[in-house]
Structure formats: structure tokens, C-alpha cells
């Protein structure tokens, strides 16, 4: 199908959002948009940030799953307690894929469940004697953590549980850092919010802690990756690059990464910042404390990963610029034998997203680097300073959508017809069994990494063999199906 025009577009939006009561539809018409390369704020077409509307099944998440899934979880040698029910915990645990090095259990600890497993006497009577008692535990179980978090869920909030006095005197018996982290899931409109306090409880407990520290030995070309949770090893592919152009990489977090890297961070020269929405508030923080500049760099597909790495060269001197360049050149045979094996199989297909994070917007030039088109995309959780920087990157007239309802996103797809969706866990067998290709982009199912040029690669290959896979031809699409029928009632 050759694709929409504005005011084909402009008018399946109306038509989607048709079924809905008339308070409903006014306010999901704020969320959904069509793309125009020429405003130069989001804000003037698509609303985003908002409470979701109850009863549309919204793909979101909570404050936790932001601090403890996303930013606090991946900090590989503390251990995080999921406070509350066994619940939260057990489901937002190795489940992101955020690979690391070590041994679990002995001096790394990110995929193993902590929790206080509160039962009903714990919301009568209260949670700080367990929470406490936890501790002491964890501290003789598994000597070797570096620290403890205290992430809060949805009864600690409620019943008044005094987690920083607990954490306060944690610390003082066991000598070692234990951070209170306010992130019940009833707090804010996403895992948005959650992603802000983790960032500030980074700031209150732990980047301050080696300001007066003078035993570390800085070098000019030192930088660190922020937001970027190592999903099937995309930090370390990410981390070769830097390295080959010449800078030295002090922290990686939160995948793979260590409280002492994180204390380390505000002795960089540069902040590497690849999640903005998840991570951007720790970097304006530094800025403003401790003057450190911060990028933001995407390095999905060889034309945004030249881009980026040109970016951030700029920040140094000539020998990491013609660092960059080496690695341009250097990976160049790489990546032009990636697009000539797989541009055949791929031009002209056209996908629609429906991601967390950057990916809404970062993926879109390595489909392009395939000849694929982006014709749809959208964000779970994203503020408008999201949508400022994916307008550009989309092409006109094709479809913007914010905290996407089922319906509207089935509806879409039915219209729009793309060949490939990108999109979460909660939405893939729905449109596999509609017979259409589907990637999961939250964790790249199952595979990856897909950072860097060889992460390209991977990405590439992934690409094919889901589109690509005889398996699509023995289903078929409800639209063809009754296309089909048409024909056939029309030829008898």
C-alpha cells in the first residue's frame, strides 16, 4: 500500500478514535498526530505526559518498574530490595536482559530477587523492623555487595513506612552505602516519573561521594556512557568504539555497571548520554555542579553511529577527532557488506513502532540505512522534548501517536498496513497472529546486541529473517482475508 497522505491520515485518526464517548475522544485526539517536519514544537501537535485514560489498555508502567527496572536495577554488585509484596519484584527481574560480567550471587546480584514479601501484618503493624532485620541479612548472605537500595512499592507509600530513617541507620552499622528510593507505583502518570527519582536519588546518595577523593587519576579523553542498560551487550558494543577512537570510558550504568562508577562519573570530562528520557536529569545535575558538558549519541545503524561519533569528538582535540574518523573507516567494508547483502531483501518495507525510551526515534535511521521507511511511531511514556527530537527524524504525513490505546494501535495497523512492527511483549502475539512480522524492541527479542556496527549487523540480519520467514506466508491478515472474499463474491 502506498502510504497516506495528510489528509488521509488526518482522517484515519478521526475515524479511529470514533468508537469513543465524547469526553474520551477529545482528549486521545490531543495524543495523536500527524507528523510535520516544519513545527518546531512538539507541543503545538501532540500531547504527551498525561494520565492514561482508564479502562483503554495502556502499555505503560509504574514509578517502580522506572527506578528498579529501568535505572537502579541493572547496578550490578548492589543489591536491590523490591519493599512490598513479592510481586514487583519477581516481575521486574531479568527480564530486560541487562547482561553483565560477574558472578551471581557472589559480587553481582542483578538478576536475583530481594524482597520483603509483605503480608497483611506487615501493612497492619508496618515494614520497618523486617526491612531492617533484611538487612542485616543481606550483610551476612552476601558479604561482597557494595550497597543496598531500598526500592519502595505502592503499600510503603500508603502505610508511612520511614524507609530513610531505616536506610540511615543500615548504613551506619554496615559501613556501606543503603539508598531509600521513593518510587511507589502509584506515584506520577508512568514509569516516567520513577526514571526522575531514581535520577535524584543518584544525586542525594551516592555522585557526592568521592567529590573530596583526589586518589583517582583523570585523563583528558575521559568520559562515561549514561543510559544505556547493556540489553543483549549493547553497552559493550558501544564501549569498543569509544575505546578505538581513544577515549577512556570511567563508567558504564547502569548496565553492567558499579557503584564505584557511578561515584566516579562527576570526575569525567564528558557525559554520554544515550536514554534521555530515562537519564537526561543526573546529567543536567552534573552540568550544573560540576560543569560537566553532556551529549546525547545513537548508535543504531552506521549513518547515526558516524553522526554521534563525529558529535562527541567535537567535545575533544584533534586526536580523538581523527580517532573518529579511524573508526569510521576502519568498520566502513563492514557495514557497506551488511547493506548490500541485506538492502535487496529490505527496501521499500515499511514499519510502524511502539516503543519505550529513545527507540521510537533512535531506530529510525538504521531501518533507513536498510531502505526500510518508518511510517508510524510512538512512545510509552515520553515527554514532549521526545517528540521534539522525532519529528525530524519521521517523514511527513505519517502517523504520531502517544500512550497508543489497543484499539487505536490494532485500527492503525489494519489502515496503515505495514510490513513490520517493533513494538513490546504485550503486543506481539497480537499482531503475529494477525500475520504480521513483529521484532520486539524492548529487549530485542531474545538477540542483539544491536549497538554499534556489529550490533548493525545483528540488527540487519534480525530484520531479515523475521520478514523475511516462509512462516508468514501460511497465515493471512483479516483485511486480506476479506479482500480475498470481495474478489471472490465480485468474480462470481
Request: charged content about 25%; proline content about 4%; hydrophobic content about 35%.
Amino acid at each position: 500500500m502506498t502510504n497516506l497522505t495528510r489528509e488521509e491520515t488526518e482522517a484515519l485518526i478521526q475515524e479511529v478514535v470514533a468508537v469513543y464517548p465524547e469526553k474520551l475522544k477529545k482528549d486521545r485526539l490531543k495524543h495523536l498526530a500527524v507528523n510535520d517536519q516544519e513545527v518546531e514544537q512538539s507541543k503545538k501537535c501532540i500531547t504527551s505526559n498525561r494520565k492514561s485514560a482508564p479502562g483503554v489498555m495502556t502499555i505503560r508502567g509504574c514509578a517502580y518498574a522506572g527506578s528498579k527496572g529501568v535505572v537502579w536495577g541493572p547496578i550490578k554488585d548492589m543489591i536491590h530490595i523490591s519493599h512490598g509484596p513479592v510481586g514487583c519484584g519477581q516481575y521486574s527481574r531479568a527480564g530486560r536482559r541487562n547482561y553483565y560480567v560477574g558472578t551471581t550471587g557472589v559480587n553481582t546480584f542483578g538478576t536475583m530477587n530481594f524482597t520483603s514479601d509483605f503480608q497483611e501484618k506487615d501493612i497492619v503493624f508496618g515494614g520497618d523492623k523486617k526491612l531492617a532485620k533484611i538487612m542485616n541479612e543481606i550483610e551476612e548472605l552476601f558479604p561482597l555487595n557494595k550497597g543496598i537500595t531500598v526500592q519502595s512499592e505502592c503499600p510503603i507509600g500508603l502505610i508511612g513506612d520511614d524507609i530513610e530513617a531505616v536506610s540511615k541507620k543500615a548504613n551506619a552499622e554496615i559501613g556501606k552505602p543503603v539508598v531509600p528510593v521513593r518510587c511507589e507505583g502509584f506515584r506520577g502518570v508512568s514509569q516516567s516519573l520513577g526514571h526522575h527519582i531514581a535520577n535524584d536519588a543518584v544525586r542525594d546518595w551516592v555522585l557526592g561521594n568521592r567529590d573530596n577523593d583526589d586518589s583517582f587519576e583523570s585523563t583528558p579523553y575521559d568520559v562515561s556512557i549514561i543510559g544505556d542498560y547493556n540489553i543483549g551487550g549493547d553497552a559493550w558494543s558501544s564501549r569498543t568504539l569509544l575505546e578505538e577512537m581513544g577515549l577512556r570510558v570511567v563508567a558504564q550504568w547502569s548496565g553492567d555497571g558499579t557503584l564505584s562508577e557511578m561515584e566516579l562519573t562527576p570526575k569525567v570530562k564528558l557525559n554520554l548520554l544515550h536514554c534521555y528520557r530515562s537519564m537526561n536529569y543526573i546529567s543536567r545535575h552534573m552540568e550544573e555542579k560540576y560543569g560537566i558538558p553532556w551529549v546525547e549519541y545513537n548508535f543504531f545503524g552506521p549513518t547515526k553511529i558516524a553522526e554521534s561519533l563525529r558529535k562527541i569528538a567535537s567535545f575533544f582535540d584533534d586526536t580523538i577527532k581523527e580517532g573518529a574518523e579511524r573508526v569510521i573507516q576502519h568498520y566502513q567494508s563492514e557495514y557497506e557488506a551488511v547493506i548490500a547483502k541485506y538492502r535487496p531483501r529490505l527496501e521499500g518495507k515499511r514499519v510502524m513502532l511502539y516503543v519505550g525510551g529513545l527507540r521510537p526515534r533512535h531506530v529510525i535511521g538504521a531501518y533507513e540505512d536498510l531502505g526500510m521507511e518508518v511510517v508510524g511511531t510512538g512512545y510509552e511514556f515520553a515527554h514532549n522534548d521526545d517528540y521534539d527530537r522525532t519529528i525530524k527524524e519521521m517523514g511527513n504525513a505519517t502517523l504520531l501517536y502517544d500512550d497508543v490505546t489497543g484499539h487505536e494501535f490494532e485500527e492503525f495497523v489494519k489502515r496503515v498496513k505495514p510490513d513490520l512492527i517493533g513494538s513490546g511483549i504485550k503486543e506481539k502475539y497480537i499482531f503475529q497472529k494477525m500475520g504480521i512480522p513483529f521484532r520486539q524492541m524492548h529487549s530485542w527479542d531474545y538477540s542483539g546486541p544491536y549497538h554499534g556496527y556489529d550490533g548493525f549487523a545483528i540488527f540487519a540480519r534480525d530484520m531479515d529473517m523475521t520478514l523475511n520467514n516462509p512462516c508468514w506466508g501460511k497465515l493471512k491478515a483479516p483485511w486480506k482475508k476479506s479482500e480475498d472474499s470481495s474478489s471472490e463474491a465480485a468474480t462470481a
